[in-house]
């Protein structure tokens, strides 16, 4: 569905809309030597549904902008953008094509952010005692880059990296499970974390943080483009039946929130030690 | 209002919603030689609300995205996105921050297309015999350009060239009039009204083009970036009346919609004949 028009009609909607954009720079978010631009067009609308999978909503409808080189393979380009906006059923209604020096896909949706229970979940609300879930294993994406780079063409890892996955249903889930936080890992888990923590003003400890097989903790804890969410809650065994009840995979408790702001541990060892910079600092 | 979140959270709304996203890239919407940062950031916010302008609908809010080079005078940049956000009300409400070699400023709004009568205009509604109107003279962007590229670096032109204006109000005043096809004149008159034109299957002849003091007809004619509006009515009368009520100056008659889809002429002669070529062909 492409408008055609200076602007999209969509129909209105009650509850809370959500509106999120994100840019995604060829060279910079995605190596084209090493992905496809079909993949950096999945990409794109990936990220953008992923946000709006961090508040606990659902996508209504997304523009994109392309400014490029004007030899971009844009039909490549937009193999990708379809498929992920099939996926997750977010149809492309509009958006602008123009020439640029560097190829930069921007998408921004709109999202429907109404549904029982609490309303969207922002990063702030996370209180002292709440336990911190992660929604699945973590560092496919940079296994899968590593990967590649060495010359690896397939396999889940590849694929996590070259097609990850918005995690929309866990995100209505823990909302409708209470979730008083909520982020999702896209520049790594310290760094997203963080701004849980600083929005919330509380501190973190972590116990372990599950790694995918096939990478390392460090790709786990820093590498980022997982997204799976982070979230927030003071009732982890409720969120557990909430996903159990959707069908979905069990979240996984990594910590829990502390009242020393500063504070970020991981099995009692500040996360400086094991070897992660925080990118905050 | 910068939320700071995964998604901006906005209230719903009962009407039909308008969504819609420009790219502006600099040395190709914008020659930072002759114009600042600040006057990128203005059009970019400028082109996305006269796209709302466009269906006769108002902004509730605008994401920003900024991909650009490092050095790149962000404070600059949104002074200028600031001040359009202001303007015309349109809060920037999110965004995205992130490198790239070239600086394209991607703005992605939300609009509200409620109100009284008839729903948002759209461009393939005009009908044969229905009057063309434009809300104001035209080439003045692109004789303020000229005046920039010799020298000059004040006055009016120049400044209708630097701080372009959205025309929201004769947006609303022209649907409420019953307007059948809307467009803003982003490319210019006859690109612009070729739009229209190929998508409701009409043709048009033109009497005459208002010209801009100080601007050539070809300038008025092919120039764009005005963001006058041209729109279709059956009622002309009825739309002088709506603007004259809501206290804006009078719509210009310049044409009236013909049988003949492939016909496009000024006083007579075909467009291609004064000098202007068709960029659609």
Redesign the interface.
Known sequence: VWI????????????????????V?A???ADLDLVGLDDLGWKAVAVNV???A??G?RPI?A???V?GPPDTDLELLYDGIVAASERWGCPV????L?????L?V?V????D??GEGP??V??GGARVGDTILVTGALGASAAGLRLLQSGATGGPLVLAHRRPEARLDEGVAARAAGATA???VSDGLVADLNHVLV?SGVGCRLAAVPVVEGATEEEALGGGEDYELIFTTRDPGGAGSAFARAGLPAPLVIGRCTADAGECTLDGASLDAVGWEHPWR
Chains 1, 2 share one sequence.
């Not at 921004?108 to 999202?111: C, D, I, P």
């Open positions: 055609g028009d200076d602007a999209a009609v969509l129909g209105g909607r009650r509850g809370p809309l959500l509106l999120a954009a994100d840019a720079v060279g910079v978010h992923s946000d709006l961090a508040m909503g409808a523009v994109v902008t400014a209604v509009g958006g602008d123009t020439t640029a020096s560097a930069v921007t921004a949706v709109l999202g952010g109404s309303p969207p922002q990063r909520m982020i999702d929005a």
